[in-house]
C-alpha cells in the first residue's frame, strides 16, 4: 500500500542529507498517515481511511462531509 493520504493526495517528497561538509545524499520525507475511521451521518455508515495529519485537521475544521465532498471533487476518494 502507497504510502498517500486519501484525502488530499499527499505523498514522500524527495530531498537530500546534508552534512556539515556540504555533503548531499539522497532522502525521502514521507507523509504522517494515520488510519482512522469516521462516521458520515448522511449516509449513515463508518469508512476506515488512511489520511495525513494535516487532512485531520481539516476535518476538525470543515467536518468529514465537507472534506470528502472537496476530495471526491478533487477525485482523490473513489471510495
Not at 2 to 15: F, I, N, Q
Not at 33 to 56: C, G, M, Q
Not at 70 to 78: C, K, S
Amino acid at each position: 500500500m502507497s504510502r498517500v493520504c486519501e484525502l488530499t493526495g499527499k505523498k514522500a517528497m524527495v530531498g537530500n542529507n546534508v552534512s556539515h561538509a556540504m555533503n548531499k545524499t539522497k532522502r525521502k520525507f514521507n507523509v504522517n498517515l494515520v488510519k482512522k475511521r469516521f462516521y458520515i451521518p448522511e449516509e449513515d455508515k463508518w469508512i476506515t481511511l488512511r489520511v495525513s495529519t494535516s487532512a485531520l485537521k481539516n476535518i476538525n475544521k470543515k467536518g468529514i462531509s465537507a472534506v470528502i465532498k472537496e476530495a471526491r471533487e478533487n477525485g482523490y476518494l473513489t471510495k
